[in-house]
């Protein structure tokens, strides 16, 4: 905790505890929010759009602002005003295709000052960054920044991501992972489907993790969540072999006595689900 005190002076600060009233005769009025995408492409980043541009139907004089290009548009001021209108033609789509993106990270202070001023210049009251893990200390590092300033612009972090490497305590689920799993998981059901029709072959699916999306480390949420819907034969977890210590040969062995034993049994197909780390 004495290492984060370095960088964010707030961490310990109470938790925000937000409440449903009754009426909406407190909504405030003129607000300006920025959003940013800064994150890998992820089911749902343009109804989170149409959400923002909703919402802010309610507040008089109110706008909100996309930054065409993630950070570099950010730092360039490349903004367009997002009306319920516009959104309406993305609402339900995937990909980033109606901002785009370009890098995912704001990391030097030259970066973070670009950013303020940015914001600054276009009077924003709100700057949403939406993306995963990277992306969310990004925000914070970004929010500690501005506070320093006193600049008037909250900063938001929104989780998106379909690996789903940022669920805590706070955070049930990033936009996306739910329907990045259920599409997977069509697929894997499919395969597995016609392997014990066919009952001649094993099928070997590999299934993607934070490795081939920007992180560090590697998580096997989705392949777990696709294993829970659709019971495969095995899953072999990223996790589960670090833990372990798992050689290559000690891993073939496991695959292979599944195998004899299914064998034995008269089953000579199956389905098994790898994570991608």
């Known amino acids: 905790m004495s290492y984060m005190r370095k960088f964010f002076t707030s961490i310990e600060?109470?938790?925000?505890?937000?409440?449903?009233?009754?009426?909406?005769?407190?909504?405030?009025q003129n607000q300006r929010i920025g959003i940013v995408f800064c994150g890998r492409q992820a089911p749902g980043c343009h109804d989170l759009l149409c959400g923002v541009a909703d919402?802010?139907?309610?507040?008089g004089g109110s706008k909100v602002f996309g930054f065409v290009g993630g950070t570099h548009g950010l730092f360039d001021k490349q903004a367009v005003e997002l009306t319920p209108e516009v959104c309406k033609a993305y609402a339900g789509t995937g990909g980033l295709e109606l901002l785009g993106r370009t890098v995912d990270r704001l990391k030097t202070d030259e970066e973070l000052e670009r950013a303020r001023a940015a914001c600054e210049e276009l009077q924003l009251t709100g700057l949403v960054l939406v993306g995963g893990a990277r992306t969310n200390t990004d925000a914070a590092?970004?929010?500690?920044?501005?506070?320093?300033?006193?600049s008037k612009t909250a900063v938001v972090g929104v989780p998106c991501g379909i690996e789903g490497n940022m669920v805590n305590e706070f955070v049930e689920a990033s936009i996306g992972f739910d329907s990045a799993a259920k599409a997977v998981a069509q697929l894997v059901g499919n395969t597995a489907i016609d392997g014990s029709s066919a009952r001649k072959y094993y099928y070997f699916l590999r299934i993607i993790d934070g490795a081939a999306t920007g992180g560090r480390i590697s998580s096997s949420h989705l392949a777990l969540e696709v294993a829970l819907q659709t019971k495969p034969n095995m899953l072999l977890l990223t996790e589960e072999v670090d833990e372990k210590r798992l050689s290559l040969r000690e891993l073939v062995k496991e695959v292979a006595d599944m195998v004899a034993g299914r064998a034995a049994d008269g089953n000579n197909f199956g389905t098994i689900l790898v994570a991608e780390g």
Request: glycine fraction near 4%.
């Open 13 to 28: 600060a109470p938790l925000i505890e937000l409440r449903a009233t009754e009426g909406r005769d407190n909504v405030p």
């Open 55 to 59: 919402m802010l139907r309610t507040s």
């Open 141 to 150: 590092y970004v929010a500690e920044h501005f506070r320093k300033q006193h």
